[in-house]
């Protein structure tokens, strides 16, 4: 029972870190501080989705699974959840590369208007002081 729990709360984890990849940049708009985090663990996802790794979580997930006497699957997280909701005939890995550009694109557009905002604000002038 535990075991199973784990390997719940291992896909839970999983697709967290998947929409903070996804949506992270957002986050980053509120608080550049957060790019610390989101930078890394979006170069990670473009890696592991463009190279065709699997990810470290799905076979941590997979090997508790089998501990709860549970079935496995073969293939990665994406493989195994996403597809099933957005491509029902299965990922190819075209379309597998083309779903890190995405992600690259769109981290790209939101930090691009993140620096774009940044510069606009450092380059207007400073009011004046106020006058005693």
Do not use: K
Not at 30 to 55: E, F, K, N, Q, Y
Not at 66 to 85: C, K, N, P, W
Not at 96 to 119: D, E, I, K, T
């Amino acid at each position: 029972m535990i075991a199973g729990l784990a390997a719940d709360a291992v896909l839970v984890l999983h697709g967290l870190f998947i929409l903070f990849v996804l949506l992270g940049g957002l986050w980053v708009r509120r608080r550049p501080r957060a790019a610390w985090l989101h930078l890394p663990a979006a170069a990670w996802a473009v890696w592991v989705t463009s190279t065709g790794w699997i990810c470290p979580l799905t076979p941590l997930e997979n090997a508790l699974r089998h501990q709860a006497g549970q079935v496995g699957y073969s293939g990665g997280f994406i493989d195994h959840y996403v597809t099933a909701l957005i491509y029902p005939e299965g990922l190819t890995r075209p379309v597998q590369v083309a779903l890190g550009g995405v992600v690259v694109l769109l981290n790209l557009a939101v930090y691009g208007s993140l620096l774009a905002s940044r510069r606009r604000r450092t380059r207007s002038p400073a009011p004046p002081p106020a006058s005693r």
